[in-house]
């Protein structure tokens, strides 16, 4: 090779390198982060989760799939909380014996997970004990006492707000808060009070507000308060898988909201507060048309 044809090689090399570190240091420049869709039903979802983040995992949480409260009233924990059809669980729990799973805590009364369950649990060689009150607002108070007696903070939600609940665990496990549903007239027992979509309580304890104008709404305002993610988790307003609610406790995420199309408050709100190279995951019912909207419109690549 000729000296002349080295010296054009190398320029030729120069100029692209160039351009290589212009286009990054554009401001039009946006990181690439690293995309992961979990589809199927909530059962489904809940224990791909725990494949693909949680894997090892010993003991697990299980909640009953089409009822928001109890999944939610554990999910700030951070802990591994697997869907359950009452009706359909001897294939979920036998998964969770083929991964490992030694003990799982069964979350709710029998109206809402039958004790048969407990009696399939011992037959596949899995201890399990349950926490449960007479409704929502015992069970979730029980779930407090077990794992957060001594916070000083509390996070409160309306016991029927299904969005308020599971866009209430990341900022309850973010603050180091216990989550509890709140039901009126009674007494307030927490120096540190935030409300989740309670606009109008007068509190007579130190209090924040987190009120959304809608669901979406909401996820933009309690997702403004995360900084520095490892990961971000997506889920459906209109089928919102409640596990999803446990995964971004887990790697201090908010749990952000998308419809049959991608909100630009959403957009708007990863692009200004998470412009970083990372995971982002998607659980739930994403069609490949919202999918492919997604990938676009943030420029996000698919693994």
């Known amino acids: 090779m000729s000296w002349r044809v080295i010296v054009v090689s190398l320029i030729i090399l120069s100029v692209q390198f160039t351009s290589v570190l212009s286009s990054v240091s554009d401001s039009s420049y946006t990181p690439i982060k690293l995309l992961r869709v979990f589809s199927g039903s909530k059962e489904e979802v809940s224990l791909k989760l725990i494949d693909y983040f949680l894997s090892g995992e010993k003991e697990v949480f299980i909640a009953r799939s089409d009822l928001f409260a109890d999944a939610a009233c554990v999910g700030y924990l951070g802990k591994p909380v697997v869907l359950v059809d009452p009706k359909r669980y001897y294939e979920t729990l036998l998964d969770l014996k083929n991964k490992g799973v030694v003990r799982v805590i069964i979350v709710g009364g029998p109206e809402a997970l039958p004790e048969e369950i407990e009696s399939y649990l011992s037959s596949i060689g899995i201890k399990y004990s349950r926490i449960w009150g007479k409704d929502r607002y015992e069970t979730c108070n029980r779930v407090r ?159």
Not at 151 to 177: C, H, M, Q, T, W
Not at 194 to 203: D, E, Q, Y
Not at 238 to 246: E, F, K, L, M, N
């Open 145 to 303: 006492e077990a794992f957060n007696a001594g916070s000083r903070k509390l996070v409160l939600v309306d016991g029927n707000d299904e969005f308020g609940a599971i866009l209430a665990g990341p900022l309850a496990n973010k603050l180091g808060a216990a989550l509890a549903y709140y039901r009126k007239g009674e007494p307030l027992d927490s120096e540190e009070v935030i409300w989740v979509n309670s606009m109008g309580r007068h509190s007579p304890v130190k209090a924040t507000e987190f009120v959304g104008e809608n669901p979406i709404d909401l996820s933009v305002k309690i997702g403004r308060e995360f900084e520095e993610l490892k990961l971000l988790v997506i889920t459906k307003e209109d089928d919102p898988v409640y596990s999803a609610s446990s995964l971004a406790s887990r790697f201090s995420s908010p749990l952000l909201l998308v419809g049959d199309t991608l909100p630009k408050e959403i957009a708007d709100l990863i692009r200004e507060k998470y412009p970083w190279r990372g995971r982002v995951v998607l659980a739930g019912n994403f069609s490949e048309e919202l999918i492919r909207q997604i990938k676009k419109k943030m420029g996000w690549r698919m693994i």
